[in-house]
């Protein structure tokens, strides 16, 4: 499966912005997809993850009540909705997928993905 985001940008501090990560192939629906993101000088770090239904979803306690994931099969694209931006949400962010074999599990480590998007920038001035 081949990912491309989009939708970042330069917003200020209390913004919105909605990535998106669409992806090729008629395997999308066995896919969780997952969103990181990485800072200047920082390592790379979870942010969401969605099940292959969107049944089941995840979140970095950073994030949580602010950014809500979600996917649609038909379109092939998963969503990640950014509300309330801080200065610190500053970051490319990236899209993965990881083929798993159940609608619950959402993985949340980097290393369990094995698809990687090209990022899409987000900054968020203060």
């Known amino acids: 499966v081949q990912l491309q985001a989009s939708g970042g940008g330069l917003v200020q501090a209390g913004g919105s912005l909605r990535l998106s990560c669409a992806a090729s192939?008629?395997?999308?629906?066995?896919?969780?997809i997952g969103w990181f993101r990485q800072a200047p000088g920082k390592e790379r770090e979870f942010v969401a993850t969605?099940?292959?239904?969107?049944?089941?979803?995840d979140y970095a306690d950073s994030v949580k009540g602010r950014f809500t994931i979600s996917r649609d099969n038909t379109e092939n694209t998963v969503y990640l909705q950014m509300n309330s931006l801080k200065p610190e949400d500053t970051g490319n962010y990236y899209c993965?997928?990881?083929?798993?074999?159940?609608?619950?599990?959402?993985?949340?480590?980097?290393?369990?993905?094995?698809?990687w998007g090209q990022g899409t920038q987000v900054t968020v001035s203060s």
């Open positions: 192939g008629r395997t999308f629906r066995r896919y969780a």
């Open positions: 993965a997928a990881d083929q798993t074999q159940t609608d619950y599990y959402r993985p949340t480590l980097a290393g369990e993905y094995d698809y």
């Open positions: 969605v099940s292959r239904t969107g049944s089941n979803t």
